[in-house]
């Protein structure tokens, strides 16, 4: 029961996670209008000029979306340990994802913020900085691939009679993770779907990241109901 309860506690963060993302979205002005690889040093140090302070507050709270993205990936982990395998390896493997994508998406915040800690730097500076956070956030997917991959394969390998995730969950992480790739190639194009604001890396790739928090957020807390049920009938 307290290992369910502590579930339940981890579950309701993905509330305010969503929230956070929504704000920082919106508040950030370089992702409303994505900023293009394409702009001149001149001009992306005057972005950073004008809206400095709306970049730092937006920064802020990325922050804090990265770090709520491990409750999630724990209690997928959770749910493997659950699942009828011959080994933890998958739950293993999936929590040694899971700190790659916050750590990548803090790391591109800080240069974010970097930026327009001193937006009165030489432009080629804060270029360079807007270029490593671009580069960084686009490019983090791997792993997120990897989880997607990980977990249907998990889900794949799950045999019970009643197995804890239905199978169309993995053919959905499956297509989570090929609507992904295309934003690993990034750092090839200056322009069309796979710059940094093209309609493959940045569009469907984070419209593929909200889709699947909010899918894998609702079969979580179904699972973790039913779960707490059981469990009651149990006792």
């Given at each position: ?26 508040l ?6 994505p ?17 400095t ?29 659950r699942?009828?395998h ?23 915040n ?25 580069v ?15 977990l ?11 197995p ?6 993995a ?8 609507a992904l790739?295309?934003?690993?190639f ?17 569009w469907?790739k ?6 699947w ?9 179904q699972?973790?109901?039913?779960q707490?049920a ?6």
């Amino acid at each position: 029961m307290r290992r369910t309860d502590g579930e339940l506690i981890l579950f309701w963060t993905l509330p305010a996670l969503a929230i956070i993302w929504i704000l920082a979205f919106f508040l950030f002005p370089g992702f409303v209008h994505p900023m293009s690889p394409t702009m001149s040093a001149e001009e992306v140090a005057a972005f950073y000029r004008d809206e400095t302070a709306r970049i730092r507050y937006s920064m802020i709270l990325f922050n804090w979306f990265g770090v709520g993205l491990i409750p999630t990936v724990m209690l997928l982990a959770m749910q493997i340990r659950r699942m009828a395998h011959r080994t933890p390896i998958l739950s293993y493997s999936l929590i040694a994802c899971a700190g790659g994508p916050p750590s990548l998406f803090l790391i591109a915040n800080m240069f974010w913020l970097l930026a327009a800690f001193r937006p009165e730097r030489a432009p080629e500076l804060t270029q360079l900085f807007n270029d490593l956070a671009w580069v960084t956030f686009t490019i983090l997917v791997p792993y997120l691939i990897a989880q997607c991959l990980l977990l249907a394969l998990a889900i794949y390998w799950d045999r019970q009679e009643q197995p804890v995730f239905k199978r169309w969950v993995a053919h959905f992480n499956l297509l989570i993770a090929v609507a992904l790739m295309p934003a690993a190639f990034t750092a090839l194009a200056f322009d069309g779907p796979l710059a940094w604001d093209g309609l493959l890396s940045f569009w469907v790739k984070n419209i593929a990241i909200a889709v699947w928090i909010i899918v894998m957020g609702i079969v979580l807390g179904q699972n973790i109901r039913r779960q707490r049920a059981e469990n009651l009938v149990a006792a």
